[in-house]
């Protein structure tokens, strides 16, 4: 664009001090189960805004081949956007809805809620600028499983505290390694909070 100043790049700060609180046990088995959640469920979740550029699509379909495979999976899709009604369409013609919940746009200030009642945060998106839903995932100490995009790069230590994607097959390859072993989604937990710390403002 013809510019020739220096530039210097400045991330919007983000205050993770509410990411702290925690979720008993107890509390997050009465959240799961009034959102209708199975007790023996495995929980992905992703959080944002439903849009196209969020290619929400592509995990829809990568979460209905998954199914084939474990049928103890819920997708829960937390937020609200134009996309929705293409989401819930889609999801009726995989043949998966029952798996899938759409809570809806929610409060900020409940969000961490959210995010902890999840056992893995997943994401299809390769337009964020910022990607400050995946910080917020880790700082609630959730593995990730995301699209392979250049965000990612201080985000997500793949094999530490998630993985990164770039096909049906590694996304199944991936999701299976996160459920199967829970001694590593514990560490994971502990790295994502880590690593979301060196975000925090």
Partial sequence: YGITTDIQVVPSGISLEQHHYRLSEQERAVKRRELGIPENHN???????????KNLGELLK??????????????????????????????????????????GMVSPQEVQNYYQLADVFVNASTSETQGLTYIEAAANGLPLLCRKDPCL???????????????????????GDILMNPEWRKHASEESEKIAESFGK
Avoid at 43 to 51: P, W
Avoid at 82 to 93: C, F, M
Avoid at 155 to 173: A, H, P, Q, R
């Fill in 43 to 53: 929980v992905l979740l992703n959080l944002g805004r439903l849009g196209t550029e």
């Fill in 62 to 103: 990568f979460f209905a081949k998954s199914l084939q495979y474990d049928p103890y999976l819920t997708f829960l899709i937390v937020g609200d956007g134009p996309d929705k009604t293409n989401l819930e369409k889609q999801a009726e013609e995989l043949g998966i809805s029952a798996h899938i919940i759409f809570t």
């Fill in 153 to 175: 790069d201080a985000v997500i230590k793949d094999g530490v505290n998630g993985y990164e994607y770039t096909s049906l097959e590694e996304f199944e390859e991936f999701l």
